[in-house]
């Protein structure tokens, strides 16, 4: 059972302020990780994939990769209102191809 | 690029019937597309995998009789919930894929079933 686990939140940050989201997953043998954004009653929207172990940065968001300790994160710096959402970390096993998704963790940026 | 539609958005239905659910990507040709189900405060689960022109795989514990998945072109896959129950309510979300090697899922908007 391929299991990807996540704080379900919320998690409550200042405008301006960093977000940090962890994610940790159970199959050694997955090989992409996947960062979503979901608002409320809407379908995930891709902010990012990794692949391979440290960082990898992409204007606010900075997805870093350790698969040694089977931990994925998501930075989200210069927090805005509008990154107020559920995040979804989803992980990817290369024989399956299919995507299995955490819970997700809410994100609340306050103005 | 890369946009998947879905139809309809929203439904509501008696119990005992059926619904079809459209997939479709509008500007590019899905190999793959998947079939998700998310149930309030809970995350998105795989229903069934299809290929163009190949039977769908299902995920355990879904009831592929049920569900009946039809992916007859590279741009179109419909799921038919047969004789719909209140607690088949849910936000049924597809989404597709380009090419075998491909990493991104392109996401539908999703449809809201209601089964009273």
């Known amino acids: 059972q391929k299991e990807v686990e996540q704080n379900s939140g919320p998690l409550s940050v200042p405008e301006g302020a960093i977000a940090s989201l962890n994610c940790t997953y159970s199959?050694?043998?997955?090989?992409?990780f996947f960062w979503y954004r979901q608002y409320s009653g809407k379908s995930p929207e891709l902010i990012m994939f990794?692949?391979?172990?440290g960082d990898k940065e992409d204007g606010r968001f900075t997805a870093q990769l350790n698969k040694a300790s089977q931990y994925v994160s998501l930075l989200i710096r210069d927090s805005q209102p509008s990154d107020s959402a559920t995040y979804l970390c989803?992980?990817?096993?290369?024989?399956?191809?299919?995507?299995?998704f955490g819970k997700g963790t809410m994100l609340l940026v306050s103005p | 690029g890369a946009v998947v539609s879905q139809h309809p958005s929203w439904v509501i239905c008696k119990s005992g019937t059926s619904v079809k659910i459209e997939c479709r990507s509008l500007?590019?040709?899905?190999?793959?597309m998947f079939w998700y189900r998310q149930f309030p405060k809970q995350s998105l689960m795989l229903m069934a995998t299809?290929?163009?022109?190949?039977?769908?795989?299902?995920e355990q514990g879904v009831e592929k009789d049920k569900f009946l998945i039809n992916h007859a072109s590279l741009t179109l896959s419909t799921l038919t919930v047969t004789s719909a129950h209140p607690e088949d309510s849910s936000f049924y979300i597809c989404?597709?894929?380009?090419?075998?090697?491909?990493?991104?899922?392109?996401f539908g908007p999703g449809t809201r079933l209601t089964v009273t």
């Open positions: 990794i692949y391979s172990n």
């Open positions: 299809s290929n163009e022109g190949s039977k769908a795989t299902y």
């Open positions: 989404s597709a894929r380009q090419g075998p090697h491909s990493y991104e899922q392109y």
């Open positions: 199959d050694r043998g997955s090989q992409s």
């Open positions: 989803a992980v990817m096993n290369s024989g399956y191809s299919t995507l299995t």
């Open positions: 500007d590019f040709q899905a190999t793959t």
